[in-house]
């Protein structure tokens, strides 16, 4: 699986917009770039997931560079519910498709 | 559907118990996970099923572990002689077979206290 990049912490205001960045420079053609987080003392939750167009759901959007060495995770709106860890993984799709976690970007949202 | 069940959610033992956890997955998911998580690292893999087959064991399901899915539904992940070092929260996830991405839903997991 290709590894990925991402900064220990980051914070942002609430109310503002949280871009939290990701590099996969060794990502292969058939990975895809997956977004979980985890709020203290709960299980990681989906967030979004992404091959090479950009993404966009009701929690988030992601976007991937044109040569898919990066993304950033995008949450247009951040709460202070939005404070946990988020994991950028990487992993080729289909058959047996476990996902290895990194440490993740702690994200503190402050009033 | 209630999501991904783990039962105890809590579980406090003295070392050299035995313990086991129960996870029940989402009904239609015929894939289901089991990773162990400790203070401040991102959950670790332990072992996957694919309906009842255990396809992959992690190094770190050392022969203490133990995890079952016998009827390709519920999933149960059992410790021997647990040690202090066990201590973690144990979580448990599922997914549907489908081409493409692979999404995964977790539990809330079960916290291992090994005293």
């Known amino acids: 699986d290709a590894k990925t990049t991402q900064p220990p912490s980051m914070d942002c205001a609430e109310g503002r917009a949280a871009n939290l960045p990701c590099n996969h420079s060794?990502?292969?053609?058939?990975?895809?770039v997956y977004w979980y987080r985890q709020i203290h003392s709960q299980g990681p939750q989906y967030i979004i997931h992404?091959?090479?167009n950009n993404e966009t759901n009701e929690m988030a959007s992601l976007i991937i560079t044109e040569d898919r060495k990066s993304s950033t995770l995008i949450l247009p709106h951040a709460t202070l519910r939005d404070t946990a860890v988020y994991y950028c993984?990487?992993?080729?799709?289909?058959?047996?498709?476990?996902?290895?976690f990194g440490k993740g970007i702690t994200l503190s949202v402050r009033p | 559907d209630t999501g991904v069940s783990q039962d105890p959610r809590h579980k406090i033992t003295k070392r050299g118990q035995n313990v086991t956890f129960r996870c029940d997955p989402i009904?239609?998911?015929?894939?289901l996970y089991w990773y162990r998580q400790t203070l401040g690292q991102g959950p670790e893999f332990l072992t996957y099923?694919?309906?009842?087959?255990?396809?992959?064991k992690s190094r770190l399901l050392s022969d203490r572990f133990s995890a079952e899915r016998p009827k390709g539904s519920f999933s149960t992940l059992e410790i021997q002689r647990t040690e202090q070092g066990d201590s973690a929260m144990y979580l448990c996830?599922?997914?549907?077979?489908?081409?493409?991405?692979?999404?995964?839903?977790f539990g809330a997991g079960s916290r291992l206290t090994v005293l």
């Open positions: 060794t990502i292969s053609g058939n990975e895809y």
């Open positions: 996830a599922s997914s549907i077979r489908a081409s493409g991405a692979n999404v995964l839903t």
């Open positions: 099923f694919q309906n009842e087959a255990q396809l992959e």
């Open positions: 992404g091959l090479k």
């Open positions: 009904s239609e998911h015929n894939r």
């Open positions: 993984i990487v992993r080729v799709g289909g058959a047996n498709s476990k996902l290895t």
